[in-house]
């Protein structure tokens, strides 16, 4: 299982910070072998209901952060990012 923790961190004062939610990624394939999997999300937050969904068929060689990139993107529509000086991989 995965677990992605988002926190606030009030002028980076260590002591002040508190957690906003989680994400808990889990692979639910029935065994675990070959190329893809299925996996499921469970979101939770303090201020909103928890949000549950699921990805099949996913390429297990793109890794954790893609994995978790997808479920965000699925969830929330997460719109192609652009950074500065940097080109990146994520669209």
Known sequence: MLRVTLEIVPFGNE?????LGTMEIA?????VS?????YTCILTSDRHDDIEHELV???????AWRLT???LQSMFG???MKTKGT???WT
């Open 69 to 71: 990139h997808a479920f």
């Open 78 to 80: 997460v719109c192609k």
């Open 34 to 38: 070959g190329q893809t999997g299925e």
């Open 57 to 63: 068929n996913w390429p297990r060689k793109l890794g």
């Open 27 to 31: 692979n639910t394939t029935p065994i």
């Open 15 to 19: 002591s002040r910070k508190r957690v």
């Open 87 to 89: 080109k990146s991989r």
